[in-house]
């Protein structure tokens, strides 16, 4: 009985949210349309700004991946993790996830597909996606694009984020999945 309520407002909610937030605003006066248009603007002038700061990122991740520089990385790290029972198929997911949403997004997608979505692998890859965030991704670009500089702290706190969070998932995913 519950189920079929929750799918219907589920399926419900985002059209609902897309008539009543401007009926809303309508209803107090404000010009909606002119505040889209507004909105639009603006929000090309702020992607015509970061353009040059994701252009660098992108061309900062490819210099590592091309250069073998991940790959040394992940080759000094591997005792290590393997040792702390965490599989060596996840290193890349760990390194690359901190730089780019997109290309760890590809890693986790290959390991699922490699080990299976209902492997120790694969569901580590998942719980680290949603676990760990693109700090430089977040640097480079946000911070860029508003002018900030000076991130030394932010990225400091980004970092121990990350590695938190890495290690909450593999720590939650050996206690409810078993250990590799």
């Not at 015509?48 to 790959?71: D, K, Q, Y």
């Not at 198929?89 to 490699?114: H, K, M, Q, W, Y």
Request: charged share 10%; glycine share 10%; with cysteine.
């Amino acid at each position: 009985m519950l189920v079929p309520l929750l799918e219907m407002v589920s399926y419900g909610a985002i059209p609902l949210l897309i008539i009543a937030i401007p009926l809303y605003a309508h209803l107090r006066g404000v010009d909606v349309f002119a505040s889209f248009i507004r909105g639009a603007e603006e929000g090309l002038k702020t992607a015509i700004r970061i353009i040059p700061h994701l252009v660098a990122m992108l061309v900062a991740i490819e210099l590592l991946r091309l250069s073998g520089v991940l790959n040394l990385l992940i080759q000094i790290l591997r005792p290590l993790l393997i040792w702390g029972g965490v599989p060596a198929e996840v290193l890349p997911l760990a390194l690359i996830r901190p730089l780019s949403g997109s290309a760890a997004f590809g890693l986790t997608v290959d390991l699922i597909n490699t080990h299976g979505p209902d492997s120790f692998v694969g569901r580590l890859a998942s719980t680290m996606q949603g676990s760990t965030d693109t700090t430089f991704y977040i640097l480079t670009v946000y911070f860029g694009s508003v002018g900030i500089k000076k991130v030394r702290h932010a990225l400091l706190a980004g970092i121990l984020g990350d590695i938190a969070g890495f290690l909450a998932a593999v720590y939650i995913c050996q206690m409810v999945f078993g250990p590799t």
